[in-house]
């Protein structure tokens, strides 16, 4: 009988800083075959870059702040606070905000076997 690959834990301090998007953080704790598990952090008033994750789904659950996100071709924003799950769909052109006053910070699952993230040069036209 094979052995199992052991447990893993990834403390704090060994989060590796990735997939960089202008005005937002995210570190990587884990990367596998199909799967991208990490974290993000937002500052007060930062705006990310416009991007897209391929055609991975991306899952988060914000653990502190608001998390504001804007989509391509849709009017308006939702925001997420703490407790909160978000669901962000595989090619979806999306930005990230803080409204808030102290930095947001989310737990990231991203499933699929795309390219973890693609930062767009520009704001994307609205939908006619």
Known sequence: MEHPEPVRVVREAELLESDPTSGMVRLRAFEAPGLWAGQVVTEPAAVSGWHHHDSNVSMLYVLSGVLRLECEGVEGWVDAVAGDYVRVPAFTVHRESNPGRE???AVIARSGDGI?????????????
């Not at 693609?118 to 609205?126: D, E, K, L, Q």
């Open 103 to 105: 930095p947001s910070l």
């Open 116 to 128: 973890p993230t693609v930062n767009v040069s520009h704001a994307p036209p609205p939908h006619a």
